[in-house]
């Protein structure tokens, strides 16, 4: 889930040199769920370690619905830094091809 709002705010992210009204205003609703995503993955990395109501284990198990929140933004974490991995890795291919082109 975290995942496609991550995919769809990317892929509507407004073109810094004309932005206008209608883009702006989706780009802000991605936001805002992608938010919703992050506080509900908190809440359910809060339950996992808070230790303060032992006793009560209603309130300490985290919903599907926050795991999934919390899984998918890290997910999101681990796929942006292998794209960045990537995107690099191929800039140094692309480098060195110019640089020695018999190589590549």
Known sequence: MAASA???????APDPASPNLDDLALQACD???NLNDVMRAYAALRK???TSA?????ELTPSRTELSALLGVLNDALTARIDAINLAAGAVRE???????GLA
Do not use: I, K
């Open 31 to 33: 936001d805002a769920e």
């Open 6 to 12: 991550h995919a769809s705010a990317q892929s509507r």
């Open 48 to 50: 996992l370690v808070d």
């Open 95 to 101: 480098a060195l091809q110019v640089r020695e082109p």
């Open 54 to 58: 032992l006793s009560d284990s209603e």
